[in-house]
């Protein structure tokens, strides 16, 4: 199993990313997938769920401002984000878990096994 992430990058305030995780090894399409996000000092967090029948959860802190989604015909998992704060500075991870959905803490970073390296978002004022 693998995770690739890419997309990340340098934008002011305001701005926009969308970032990327290419998945193999495994049946993507059955699986639940999130998004985390670890800044320098501090705990890793999530950020973004999707589960397998598309259904989605958000940290409070990026409610309307950032979209999971999932492309099954091309095994990739994406995370647009709008109106970036600097707040939002970090490292972003994706991860999968084999469960189709993972019911009661989703935004829980042990409940997953497979993770990717990173790409990291840098957001300036």
């Known amino acids: 199993v693998q995770l690739v992430e890419s997309g990340g990058g340098s934008v002011q305030a305001g701005g926009s990313l969308n970032v990327s995780c290419v998945v193999s090894g495994y049946n993507y399409r059955h699986y639940c997938m999130g998004w985390f996000r670890q800044a320098p000092g501090k705990e890793r967090e999530g950020v973004a769920y999707?589960?397998?029948?598309?259904?989605?959860t958000y940290a409070d802190s990026v409610k309307g401002r950032f979209t999971i989604s999932k492309d099954n015909a091309k095994n990739t998992l994406y995370l647009q984000m709008d109106s970036l704060k600097p707040e939002d500075t970090a490292m972003y991870y994706c991860?999968?878990?084999?469960?189709?959905?993972?019911?009661?803490?989703?935004?829980?970073?042990?409940?997953?096994?497979?993770w990717g390296q990173g790409t990291q978002v840098t957001v300036s004022s």
């Open positions: 999707i589960a397998s029948d598309g259904s989605t």
């Open positions: 991860a999968a878990d084999s469960r189709p959905l993972i019911a009661n803490f989703p935004l829980r970073a042990r409940e997953y096994t497979y």
